[in-house]
């Protein structure tokens, strides 16, 4: 049975965001999801619009187990979240890894910079595309966090860094209390895990920084690759390959490579290697809670810096591993 992924009111009316639903083409597909889920799923599916493996779609759409189907409804200002354009999913994305890159081998100050200026523009992806399906997370404290764990781990190093996230989480917590309409307890919750990670990642980076530039030349490789693996994986739709797999092996893989080539830590880089492939997923699984509602390893992901979701929480990872192996 083709898989049939929901989101906003289409996913509160059918009670889950990812099941399977029988049906030889995508009208047989909905056909079956409204006789199973009611009125209130026939009224929303009415204006939503379907799409099958990141394409639009209509009724007469032959479908098969191995399929995709997606319903989105509008979102506010009657925009759609459809699947992004490649250069607008890849292109930013290739273009932050290279500003990354050329910044580490010109200076610290240069990368802290840079790095700041990605979790910026990453915070407000995340944030503006919970927004649009009703989750409010609070950009400010992101914001904040992400600036302030720059500067104190760039003034302070680990002491700074770690002051950083415990004030980043704080300062979400803090937020709701002057912003009220962010006092639901899962927009604090998102809000504080968002913070979170993205102090921690950008923090992280500038540790391995400070420690060296071949190891952040070593991380930045890795996170490219797993990224640029995944992507293409999942373009190409290999029955039986999956995406986040690929991905995984693909960044210990680089990693391997990257400890050869760019320090003298085999084993303790690929092991940083492992574990920011494993954060990767992690990342990756709290920007769809974020960005969809659920967690979903596979399929295409509302916003244009997703992909960076998994790099920040493996940037904190890949940093740990080595500061505990070292």
Do not use: C, K
């Amino acid at each position: 049975m083709p898989r049939l992924r929901l989101f906003a009111n289409l996913r509160e009316a059918a009670g889950t965001a990812d099941t399977r639903v029988p049906g030889a083409t995508v009208g047989e597909v909905l056909d079956n999801a409204v006789e199973r889920f009611g009125d209130g799923f026939a009224s929303g599916l009415s204006i939503a619009r379907v799409w099958v493996n990141g394409d639009e779609a209509g009724a007469d759409r032959t479908v098969t187990d191995d399929d995709e189907i997606a319903l989105l409804p509008p979102v506010s200002g009657g925009a759609t979240a459809v699947r992004n354009p490649v250069v607008m999913e890849v292109g930013l994305v290739a273009a932050i890894a290279a500003a990354l890159l050329i910044a580490n081998t010109i200076s610290l100050q240069w990368t802290a910079v840079t790095i700041v200026l990605a979790g910026g523009v990453w915070a407000f992806d995340i944030t503006d595309v919970a927004a649009r399906r009703g989750l409010v997370v609070s950009a400010v404290p992101v914001l904040g966090g992400i600036t302030g764990g720059a500067l104190a781990t760039y003034r302070f190093g680990l002491p700074g860094a770690a002051g950083a996230v415990v004030l980043a989480a704080l300062g979400a917590l803090a937020w709701a209390v002057l912003a009220p309409r962010h006092r639901p307890m899962e927009s604090i919750a998102a809000s504080v895990v968002v913070a979170v990670v993205g102090t921690f990642g950008v923090a992280s980076v500038i540790l391995l920084r400070l420690g060296s530039e071949d190891l952040t030349t070593a991380f930045l490789v890795v996170a490219a690759v797993a990224v640029a693996a995944s992507w293409v994986t999942s373009r190409v739709e290999i029955t039986g390959v999956d995406p986040v797999v690929v991905g995984m092996v693909a960044a210990i893989a680089a990693g391997a490579v990257a400890a050869t080539v760019w320090t003298d830590d085999l084993w303790p880089t690929v092991a940083a290697s492992g574990g920011a492939a494993i954060a990767l997923v992690a990342g990756r699984n709290i920007g769809t809670l974020m960005r969809a509602g659920g967690f979903f390893l596979v399929g295409s992901v509302p916003g244009s810096l997703h992909y960076l979701d998994g790099v920040f929480a493996a940037g904190g990872i890949f940093w740990l591993v080595l500061y505990v192996l070292s």
